[in-house]
Every structure is written in C-alpha cells, then in structure tokens.
C-alpha cells in the first residue's frame, strides 16, 4: 500500500476502498426514494474517495477508512443536494409540517398527534397520512442546512474540525447528544420505530410485523418521526 518513500499509494488506496464507496452507497439508497439512482451515489462517493485520498495524511492518526467514510457519504449528500431529488413542493409541505408540530408543541406542551397535526394544516387525517407517504426519504439532516448563505463552509468543516480524527470530533460535538435527547423525546411508537429501523436495522417491511402495520404505514410514521427530530434540533438552532 506504500511506496519505498513512505507515501500512501494513492491506486492501490482506490482500487482497496472502491467496495466501500458501493457498500455507503447502497445502505444510503435504502432509505431514499426509487427515483435515486444508486450508480449516481457510486460515482460521486469515488469522488470523495479520492478527496479523501488525497487529503489524508499518515501522522493524522485517524484510520484512513475512518477519515474516507465522513469524505465519501459528504459526497453523496452533496450529489443528492445539487441534484434535487426530492421536489421543492414536497420539502415545503415538510416544511409546513415542522411549523405546525413547533407551534402545537408549545401550544400543549407535549408532541402533538397526527390528528391535531393534520388539523392544524386543515388537512384530513387520510390527506396528512398520504403527505406523510409521499414525502418518504425525508431527512433528519439536509446537507444545506449544514452551509453558510455562501455556500463556503460545510458539513464536515464545520462540525469535524478534529484533523487528528474527524469521526471523534464530529460525535464529541453536542449536535450527537442533542440528537439523542431529540429522539427520546418522541411519543413512544415513534421511539420505537426509530429503535427498529437505525438501531436494530430492521426493514420497514420487517418493523411493520413487529409494529402490527402495514409497510407504508410505517414509512407514514418514520416521516413524521424525523420531522418531530428536525423541529426538535430547529428549535436548538441545529438545522
């Protein structure tokens, strides 16, 4: 892997660390909707690999794969950002979702439930139901919400500012905790089903036999999950 001067072999690091990028690729994709190409993911996750490549240093310290993947899954969220995969129309109907939640939150002092939600947007609860459906892939993060109105500062800059080790940095941050506190905060089926899907890594296919609910009713709830977690962090000026 290293030539006679020490230095990383800039190919062999490429040609060993390619079935990472797909491995990233494909866990990504399973949680994005169909219109997502996986190949797109693929080719811009090389892209990050090789920014990676070429960044890393060996007196980092870090584990370079460790370094690689915060590079490689910032490439795919910037490929998915540039590229608009979900519609403006559906990111603002989320929008306006998260609104109504902060607003009822402070209002009852509790989460508020999908009815007094689809009430609030005088919706009915099937038409909140079927926005919550059709807004799948709905992240808890965007990559944007992570800029500067420039655009000049990301992600990782921001929050892995650890050169040393960049994955320590970026998980010593409050954003982690906050984000812990964000998902116990949840009503409990909620909770759960956030357990099921990151934690034990369950398929919502899978969570709806545990649950008792159909798969798309899952995909409903796992929606409003992350948007209750994304007003949670807004209101902690995270997002």
């Known amino acids: 892997m290293y030539t006679v001067k020490g230095k990383a072999d800039k190919?062999?690091?490429?040609?060993?660390?390619?079935?990472?990028v797909k491995r990233l690729a494909h866990q990504m994709k399973?949680?994005?909707?169909?219109?997502?190409?996986?190949?797109?993911?693929?080719?811009a996750g090389?892209?990050?690999l090789l920014d990676a490549?070429?960044?890393?240093?060996?007196?980092?310290?870090?584990?370079?794969?460790?370094?690689?993947?915060?590079?490689?899954?910032?490439?795919?969220?910037?490929e998915l950002r540039s590229s608009d995969w979900m519609p403006r129309s559906?990111?603002?109907?989320?929008?306006?979702?998260?609104?109504a939640m902060a607003t009822l939150q402070q209002q009852l002092g509790r989460p508020p439930s999908e009815s007094e939600v689809a009430k609030s947007l005088k919706l009915?609860?099937?038409d909140y139901q079927d926005l919550l459906g059709?807004?799948?892939g709905h992240q808890l993060v965007?990559?944007?919400?992570?800029?500067?109105?420039?655009g000049s500062e990301g992600f990782l800059d921001r929050y892995a500012v650890d050169d040393d080790d960049p994955l320590k940095s970026l998980l010593d941050t409050d954003f982690r905790q906050t984000v812990i506190d964000a998902i116990d905060a949840l009503p409990p089926r909620e909770k759960m089903l956030m357990g099921l899907y990151y934690e034990e890594e369950l398929n919502l296919k899978e969570i709806g036999a545990v649950m008792g609910v159909s798969e798309s009713r899952v995909s409903q709830l796992h929606t409003q999950a992350v948007a209750r977690l994304r007003t949670y962090l807004r209101e902690r000026s995270w997002t």
Do not use: C, W
């Open 11 to 20: 190919n062999s690091l490429l040609t060993e660390h390619m079935p990472l």
């Open 30 to 43: 399973a949680k994005l909707p169909p219109s997502v190409e996986v190949d797109d993911l693929v080719q």
């Open 46 to 48: 090389m892209m990050g």
């Open 53 to 78: 490549i070429n960044r890393y240093e060996e007196n980092h310290g870090a584990q370079f794969e460790t370094y690689a993947v915060l590079r490689i899954r910032g490439a795919m969220l910037d």
């Open 90 to 99: 559906t990111r603002a109907n989320m929008r306006k979702v998260e609104q």
């Open 124 to 126: 009915s609860l099937p």
């Open 134 to 136: 059709d807004s799948g």
């Open 142 to 150: 965007y990559y944007e919400d992570f800029h500067d109105e420039d």
